[in-house]
């Protein structure tokens, strides 16, 4: 049985206007989200076939009551708008489920126990939202790994989340982190995103389709199993800003990071010689995280659709989710 984590944390108004910004000059974006992102609303056609409204984080949280994987979860964000939203759906549920607030504190036990940096991991970020609802699991006592969910990818099925974690079971639970890269072919998404080419040199192959240099296209899911104890949390933040190379400052950012950790030619060997590998990922994330990471390639491109909060998302996902 697992702990799951459903980070449903939220930005302050000065790093919603920076990254409204950034999606603008570099994407060519309407950033239109100004509320509480989480809460925000999606119209969906209900199994007795009448149009309903359902909060973004709703659709995953079903998914983690209905699955017999997930013994507990953990929700970490607006707590008093969490609980006004979601808390008689979660009272109706027969299964553990509680809401920590992301302005709590971190426990000066739980710094210290991982060793938190604090000009690292600020109380409110990913990372200080993270540990703070891992302490307050089960997989925290017994010192084992926890999912952890986003909280704005509505299409993450059931299915995915329960054929993640069989996967997981087949590793030595020595490894630090598990991450899903999730085969969504060659060419752009349904919302116009360009996958990481790579190729995939790993045990698991999920597709026969491949560029003429014979890469494979993948993208990050919505999912993370991840054991503290066994790496440095405080590199979390720092790859959480970085998994989207929206600036060129962020990506001269993860230049000079991957030089720092040995590998001066990460940009020629994915631009120029475009032969960048799944493995060498690996080895790079494990010495950066300092613990031993997995990169599990899977299907299950749903899983990859996420609402950060621009009018392409919204539109992009409420189209899909009618369809289904």
């Not at 997989?139 to 099925?157: E, G, I, N, R």
């Not at 995915?160 to 590793?171: H, P």
């Not at 950066?288 to 599990?296: A, E, T």
Request: glycine share 6%; with cysteine; hydrophobic share 35%.
């Amino acid at each position: 049985m697992t702990s799951a984590i459903l980070m449903a944390g939220y930005s302050n108004k000065r790093e919603v206007k920076r990254y409204s910004r950034l999606v603008a000059e570099h994407y060519g974006e309407n950033y239109i989200e100004i509320g509480y992102r989480p809460l925000r609303e999606f119209r969906v056609i209900n199994q007795k076939g009448k149009e309903e409204k359902k909060p973004i984080i709703l659709f995953t949280l079903e998914k983690l009551f209905e699955s017999d994987f997930i013994d507990e979860i953990v929700i970490v964000g607006h707590r008093m708008l969490l609980e006004e939203k979601l808390g008689p759906f979660i009272h109706s549920m027969n299964k553990p489920c509680q809401i920590i607030n992301q302005n709590s504190r971190i426990p000066g036990y739980i710094s210290g126990e991982f060793n938190i940096q604090a000009k690292e991991v600020k109380y409110n970020s990913f990372t200080g939202n993270a540990i703070k609802a891992y302490a307050a699991t089960r997989a925290y006592q017994d010192k084992k790994h926890a999912l952890f969910v986003a909280a704005d990818s509505p299409m993450t099925t059931k299915e995915f989340i329960e054929g993640f974690i069989l996967k997981v079971q087949e590793f030595e639970k020595s490894l630090a982190l598990f991450v899903p890269a999730v085969f969504v072919g060659i060419n752009e998404d349904k919302l116009g995103r360009k996958p990481l080419l790579l190729i995939n040199d790993t045990d698991t192959q999920v597709s026969k389709i491949k560029d003429t240099h014979g890469r494979q296209g993948f993208r990050l899911s919505s999912l993370l199993l991840a054991n503290p104890f066994l790496f440095d949390i405080n590199t979390m933040n720092t790859a959480y800003h970085l998994r989207k190379a929206l600036s060129p400052r962020v990506q001269f950012q993860l230049y000079r990071i991957t030089r720092s950790l040995g590998y001066s030619n990460i940009y020629s060997k994915y631009f120029i010689k475009k032969n960048l590998s799944m493995l060498e990922c690996e080895e790079i994330t494990s010495k950066y995280f300092k613990g031993p990471v997995r990169i599990m390639p899977m299907l299950g491109e749903g899983s990859t659709y996420d609402y950060d909060g621009t009018e392409k998302e919204f539109e992009g996902l409420h189209e899909m989710l009618s369809e289904n």
